[in-house]
Every structure is written in C-alpha cells, then in structure tokens.
C-alpha cells in the first residue's frame, strides 16, 4: 500500500523518465493501485475481505522489442534504473505519439468509502434474505458485492503525466431452484463505474424477476440441434461483437498473422444493417476510462460501418508498426502482467425493427437469451457463444424455454445474415474479459436485439 | 527476509493483544518471454508480494472472520489492515471456526533447485529451445508464444504456534502454430501450466501440435450424431471432470445441499476411480499444506463408480464433525475456499491405440474450443476446435467446428474404456476416456 501523493509519485516518476532520452529509446512507467471491498453470502458461509490498496509499479522500455520491469512497492523503485538499459539511437523503433496531461477522479453519486461496511453487509445480508424467503423451491441463495477503486499513474518520455482513480462495483445474485430431481437457475449481474448507489438499481422487482428467471429455468427443456433462425438479446449479441468478432480485430493478431480478418479490411463482413463500436470513452461503462495503460487517450472507434470493415484495434506497438492511430486499447490487468490489445466496450449499433415484428416474422427458430460465455477464435474465424437460456419461437411466438443454448459455426457467415436488427436503446453488460486464458480486464459488450437466418444452435 | 516480514507483521498483532489470527504471506517472482512470430517480443520480470491477515471473534455459537489483504510494511499501515480485520470479524457471522494447530505436515518436493539459483539462466535456456524447436517444424510456423517461470514462496503463521512455507516453482506456455495451405490457414493453440520441467517436453509437444495444426487444413464438420462414442483427451477430461465432479464431492455442495453425492451411491461406471491427491508428485495443486495450515492428504472420491469420501477445509469438516481432508485453497481476496487440490484417475487396461480400434465409429476430441460445463448440473456443449473421425477403428479425417453436448454426471455413467496412457495437465493426471451417448451436431 503506498503512501506517497500524487505528487511524490509524479515526481518519482519524472526524475526515473529523465534518465532515459526519447530520441534514443521509448520508456514509460505506471503506478498501478487497487482497493477492493467484497461481501459474499451463501446458506453456509458469510466471506468478507478489504484489500487496503495493493499498489505496484512497471515500467518498460522499447529496444526493438519490450523490456520491462515491474516490482512491488515494498523494493527501492530506483531499482528500475538497474535493470532497465539505457540505449542510444532506437527513438525510432516505435512511433511517437503526442504527450498529454490529465489528473481525473471519477465522483460517484455515492462513495462507498463514506458508507460503513455495516451498512454494505446489511445490504447483501437483506438481498440474501428476500430471495431465500421468496420461493421454498428457491434451495440455496449466492450473493456477492464488490468495490474496487483503481488508480493509475502513467508517466513516459513523450509528455505523458496522467492520472486516473475509477471506481467500479459489481453486484451478482444466484437464486438456485429445485423441484423433484431438477435443479437449476439463472442469475443477475449489476455492474458500472458507480459507486455504492448500484443498490439503487436492484429492487425488490428485480430481486422477484430474478427468482421468477431461475424457477422458469425448472421447467427448461433442451434446445434443439441444427440450423435454424435466432435472435440474440443484447448480451448475446455482445458476446459476438466481442468474443467471435472483436479479438480477430486486435492489432497484435493481424501482426502475429493470426486473424482471419486481415484479409477483409474495407470490405464486407456483415449485413448493410450492421454497425459495431469499440469505445472506451463511453460514460460510466465497465470498460470505460480516459486513458489505456500506454497513455493513449481513450476513443471511439467504428470497427464496422454499415456491414464494412472499418478498423482495428490497436495498442501502441501495433499501431507504431502498421501506422494507424490508437485508440486507447493497450490494457494491462495490474503492474504484474503485460500490455495486450484489449477491447473495452464494445456493441453493434441499434437498428430500426420492432423486437416483436422480429419475433413474428419467425416460423421456426430459437431466441437466445442472458449471454453466458464465448471464446474466440482469431485465426480460423470459429464461434461459440453460450447463453444461459432461450426460447423456443413456434409461428411467430415465443413458446417453450430452453436450457443452456450454444451458437457455433463461421462468424462472418453468422454477420452476413443478420436481417433484423431492433430499434431498443442499446444496453451493455459488463464482465471480465482475458486474452487467452488470462489478463482478466473489465469490459462490457452488447447492443440490441439481433435476427439472423441459418444459424447452428445445440445444447451449451 | 521473509522471516523478518512475518516478525514484524507478528510484533504488530500481539501488540494489539489479538488473541485469534493468522498471517498468509506469498512473495513471487516471474520471469516471461513473449514471442511475435519466432521472435523475442517481450521480456519481464516481475517481482510482487502481499500478505492476507485472519483474525477471528469468537461469539456464542458462531465465528465472526475478518480477512484484509496488504503489501506494506509500514507499521502504521500494518495496523490499519489489523484493525479492518477486526472490524470486519465482529461484524461477520460464520459458523463456528478455529484455526488449525501444530500437526505430522507431510514432507514433499515442490521447488526445483536449478530454477530456484538461476531462473533467469533457465529461463533463457528452456525459451530458446521452445522457440528452436517450433521454428525447426517444416509445416507449421509461430504466430505467437509466451513462456514463463514461477518461483513462489509460501508462508502460514497462526496463533497456535502454526508456522509453514513452502516453495513452489512450475512453468506457463501459451503458442500457437499456424499451418497454411492452398489459401487455407489453421492453427493449434495451447496453453498450461507445468509443474515439472519434465512435463514440458517441448521436442514431442511442438512436433504434435505442428502435426494437429496442418491436419486441421482438411478438418471436415463432424457428421450430425444423437448417440456418439466420443474418446476425450486428457487436457478435455480435466476440463469436463474437475470443476462437476469436484464441486459434488465437497463439503460445502454438502452443506448447501446442492450436492447429488451421497457417500456410497453409485455415480460412475464400475471402471471409473478417481483420487484427490494433495501430495502428487508433479501436480501443480501439491503442496504439504494447504491454504489453512491443514496437511494436504490422499482422499479415495470414487472407487469403482462409487462415491467414497467428501473433500473438507477445515470450516466445513467442522460442520459435519470430521477431519479436514487439507481441501482449503486462498481465493485472491484472501479468504478460505473449498476445493479440490489434484484429481488423478487410475490407468485402464486398454492403450489408446486398442482403445480407437475398438470404435467401429466415433470421435476422437484433442481439444474444444472452451469446455465450460455448468457445475452443478452437468450439463455442457462447446465447440470441436480439434479433433478426428473414426470410423472402423481408424482416424478418417480431421474434424473441426460442429458441437459436442452431453452431461458430465451422466456421461460417467456411460464410460466404455480408460487407457493406460496418462498425462498431467496442471492439476490433473487423467487418462484418455472413452463415452457413449452423446451428442454431436454440425
């Protein structure tokens, strides 16, 4: 936990910076700190924890290829110096962007750190008791809040002096049901860049429509396997934009030869009626902030533009090599793990149909709801999108629902049949995404509602 | 060192006169090549520690536990994580806990000593030969790579004179080898850990994938079957098995009765035994002790499809009034979770060899895109990523995309072969497995 200022920090940073010349070499340095409060309360156990600001620091140079070092606090940063060479005339190794000032603090409405940890158990405590006395189907009862506050200190030899405290809360509730030999459930996440007032968005309405969800999925039958017409719910949607579509978007694999999009760029990839946004600069997003962990001021980039591709997404290195601009998409997890390309929030833009002219115009699909995981496939353009649930659509009409439902087969042949795209306000969710199996970053995805023809749906 | 950080942590505690707390303290350090291509991308080293502080309130029948978690050393800071712990403890209400005392801790090898002198030397070493080895493949070429070693050292002290560490090195690889022909590009992609350097093998691993990458080229869509035999990898198996069959067999699933085992029912096929083994050589979770203080063990889960014997941390074996069984891991805030430590299934009779020609018509899956079956029903379905037709005891062609679904509680139930190969995968050593009833759709 440091206890330096900003200001201490600051300086400490630019005296290292100094040491190293832009014209001979790129370095910069981050200060990474995280508090986090979690709350978690099943049947059989109530788990508090506070993490007092663990804090770090990495910093890295550019000699053709990175060198970086990253410490705890508890060590002499001068340490860095040590063990970060010093060189002569590699400047040009990577590009220069303009250096920037920011020091930025986002306020919550309501700041958990003015709330007392009575109050905040009291809230899950509450939460857990109504579910679990709601239904006597309802057989166990998982709630869990957490707060993080991050700060971020980035300092490089371009300019660079920026600063960062975001806060994040997270609120996830997990009604199990049973009835005869049958359990299962559905569940609720709430999550933002807000502050303690994320209980205001979780009423008893939304605690009885997430029991209600979970005791539906009681009589959930499995989903039919093949071909068929699907609409994706916004969380599905989402989790294509970003899991199926946006990491064969990310620089690093175009310059690793491993997207299958490289090929496309300024061609067509979706349907006319498709739109889809990576915008870290949104208001209040999970996914959201003013600058990426490379000082690159966060933006708005249109990765697809009415079905063509657009862009990709890049980090500083990848931008340096194929010569675009960055859009603030160099993230790490903390000080101890490396930049990656990373999405942020990431959605397909609203269209103009109606969610029920949608669903009547089907005679024989399956409507997919409450995305529940994806994973990417950059180099062979594969997919498999998981939801939590769905429905049977039977001439025109949502019928039974169904269990676990898996999308799978070619992306770019899913995008292009997109026919229906809904006029709904777009709504993201948030979640942790990681690159392969690991560097866990908050982001959130979505859009609206999605139709598309011939699709491969089976049991998830 | 470290000695004098769990000292001075200690001094700060019995200044304040706690009578009830524990210090977990971890300090790591790692070393990691990133490759773009066959080339170096990025170095790192990374040095990092914290520590958690328990403390305990003890109330009439139950145990209010606090739990913060800090990386200073300043004794004013020190002090405030103690007194949140404090606060937090009076106002939690678990069921009734202590920490455990002084008891026989099993003696076994977690650290290898070359990486602990010279982990940069080694590191360089084992890099060079990875990325040696992938660039000596004639038919796949490096898209990226990650390598890494771990060095962790591990410290238990409580207030029952409790006082453990422990060293742990084992490595990470990420890579991926790309094929390309006629226009047509495929790839395999892994990742793992490793605990031992023996594991790593990168000779016969690389020239696999490489071989898996170009047969992906003329990988066909699997042919649609409602009643497949399927031979699952190990590397699939631990993915399948170990979070559904693991979250049944704990002591907590018990306690919130979300278990469907009960002790003695059958839930598996007679050839299906299965060993929470805490003290494997070679697997990832082995240690002496787990997260608590407790000595890891050898528990028998199933032996012969019949559920054995429940996996405790110490707060859910005193709910049920047994032993704790060492099944106690540290989520990264710190607190006490139960788990499993590493699932091992004895060898079949069959080789893997025998084991396909025995299939008249089947599938054999090396790797899905992501297997994430739901824990607590058993239900799953992901995407072929790799994978190969058999049909009359032979490998037909490659297959790719098309979905694989089933249920894992059942799909024991239905095991036809295990083989006598047997490979670890971070905290596993499972076998190949051989299924019926499944689904296959394309």
Known sequence: ?460 | MSSEKLDLIEKVLKSKNIEEYEIYLVERAIFETIFLKNKTENEREISDFEYFIRTLNQKENQTGIGVVKGNSLDPLQIERIIDTSLLLSRNNSSSKYYFPGNAQIPSIKTADKKVLNDPLAIKKDLAEELIGEASSQDEASTTFGRFRIHINNSFLRNCNDLNLNAQKTFFFVEFALKAKADGKLSEFWDNGYYKEKEHLKFNERISNWARRAKDTLRAEIPKAESSAVVIFSPSVLKYALTPVIGLHSIGKAHTEKISQFNIGDKVASDNISLIDDGLLEGGLSSNSWDSEGNPQQITEVLKNGLFQNRLYDQKYAILDGVQSTGNAKRAESGTVVNGISNFKIPPGDISLEEMISNIKEGYYIEQFSWLHPDEMSGNFGAEIRNGYYIKNGEFQNPIKLGNVSGNVLEMVKNCMYISKEREFNENTLFPYMVFKNLTVSS
């Open chain 1, 1 to 460: 936990m440091s206890t330096k200022s900003y200001d201490e920090i600051l300086s400490e940073f630019e005296e290292i910076t100094n040491h190293y010349n832009r014209k001979d070499q790129y370095f910069d340095i981050l200060y990474d700190s995280v508090s986090t409060t979690t709350i978690a309360k099943t049947p059989s156990s109530e788990d508090f924890s506070i993490n007092l600001k663990k804090s770090g620091v990495v910093a890295r140079t550019f000699l053709g290829s990175w060198k970086e070092v990253a410490t705890d606090l508890s060590s002499d940063i001068n340490v860095i110096k040590q063990r970060i060479p010093k060189l002569t005339n590699k400047g040009a190794a990577i590009a220069e962007f303009k250096g920037w000032k920011l020091n930025k603090e986002i306020k919550p409405k309501i700041d958990p750190s003015n709330i007392s940890i009575d109050d905040k158990i009291k809230k899950v405590r509450d939460i857990f008791n109504y579910i679990k006395k709601s239904d006597e189907r309802i057989i166990n009862v998982q709630v869990k809040y957490m707060e993080l506050l991050i700060e971020r200190i980035f300092v490089n030899n371009e300019g660079c002096r920026l600063r960062q405290v975001i806060p994040r809360t997270r609120v996830g509730i997990f009604p199990i049901a049973k009835e005869g030999s049958v359990v299962d459930y559905d569940y609720f996440i709430k999550t933002g860049e807000i502050g303690f007032e994320i209980f205001d968005l979780i009423d008893n309405g939304v605690l009885d429509t997430t029991v209600k969800n979970s005791l539906e999925m009681l009589e959930a039958k499995l989903p039919p396997s093949g071909r068929k017409t699907i609409i994706l719910d916004p969380q599905m949607a989402g989790l294509i934009a970003h899991e199926s579509f946006g990491h064969g978007l990310e620089a690093d694999q175009v310059l690793r030869g491993r997207s299958y999009l490289k090929q496309h760029l300024h061609k067509q990839v979706a349907s006319e009626i498709s739109t889809i946004y990576d915008t870290p600069s949104l208001d209040k997003k999970l996914g959201s902030y003013f600058f990426d962990d490379e000082g690159i001021k966060a933006g708005n980039n249109v990765l697809v533009e009415n079905g063509i591709l657009k862009n990709y997404i890049y980090d500083r290195r990848s931008a340096s090599e194929l010569k675009a601009t960055p859009q603030g998409n160099g993230r790490r997890e903390s000080f101890a793990h490396p930049i990656n390309v990373r999405m942020s929030n990431t959605y397909f833009g609203s269209g103009d149909y109606d969610l029920n002219e949608m669903i009547s115009e089907v005679s024989d699909g399956v409507m997919l709801v409450h995305g529940y995981f994806g994973m990417e496939d950059p180099l062979g353009g594969g997919m498999q999108c998981t939801s939590k649930k769905a429905y049977l659509i039977e001439n025109g009409e949502k019928t039974k629902i169904l269990k676990a439902t898996a999308l799978s087969g070619d992306v770019l042949e899913l995008l292009k049949n997109i026919d229906a795209v809904s006029k709904d306000a777009l709504r993201l969710d948030g979640g942790t995404c990681g690159k392969g199996s690991e560097d866990m970053v908050p982001v959130t995805s979505g859009g609206s509602y999605l139709r598309a023809k011939n699709a491969l749906v089976s049991q998830g």
